[in-house]
């Protein structure tokens, strides 16, 4: 229910932003430009110069996923450090949520796409009514003791819902745990991203960083993954 009420309140800044700014507006500010992201990380370093190592976060809960756990407080930077947030912040109708990772170490500034909120907000909510009415999940296939692909049509859908992945571009699959909590499957990016880049991963490391180190974007809603004894990605509870 935690992760419910999380998605219920970011889908309402989608809908706020939403109405607030017109579609070509929306549309433009959709687009992650190199020089905005530039413009955020070098207000937060500033920042965190001059308060001796502070930085410019939202308080999150300390379950919250990593790559969620701390978003950019643009009250923090605004108007001393940057005039107004981003085009492409939520804060200003973008699609993006700002977010540091690798925060102990090196500071760096990351997008969260929030349309992939919106995806699985919609799905929650269908499957919420399920289990409410059934009194389980609806499961299909077991990928791992934990985790579960849907049987989509008990939902209504008429395909295996979806969302599009911000790294490739493909068109990603999702999955849920045994308390229906819903998650992207990356295994697809990871797998070209294992393929295409030089690596020294091993079995049981955690390898989500694969995507986030040359790209501006965060795998939103994700489980831990490593890799299988032929170098492909598996989730990390895999036995």
Known sequence: MKFYKILVVMLGCILLTGCLYPEEKLQKNSIP????????????????????GLLPIKTRDMTTPI???YPIDFSMLT??????PPGTAYESGGVYQ????DVE????????????????????????VYRQAKGYPPFKDLITSEIFTLDYEKLGYKEPP????????????LI????????????IDLNRALQEKDHSYKQGDDILNILVKDS???PAYSLPYTIDDKGEPIFRTEE
């Open 33 to 52: 430009y190199d020089d905005q992201i530039a413009a955020v990380q070098s207000s937060v370093d500033q920042y965190q110069e001059d308060t001796s």
């Open 67 to 69: 790559y969620q756990k």
């Open 79 to 84: 108007p001393r450090y940057m005039a107004e």
């Open 98 to 101: 700002y977010v540091l990772v």
């Open 105 to 128: 170490e090196d500071p760096t500034v990351k997008l969260l796409d929030l349309r992939v909120t919106e995806e699985l907000h919609e799905l929650s909510i269908k499957l919420e």
């Open 162 to 173: 979806t969302v599009q992945s911000p790294f490739t571009g493909e068109y990603l699959p």
């Open 176 to 187: 849920i745990d045994k308390e229906a909590n819903v998650y992207v499957d990356y295994r």
């Open 216 to 218: 501006p974007f965060v």
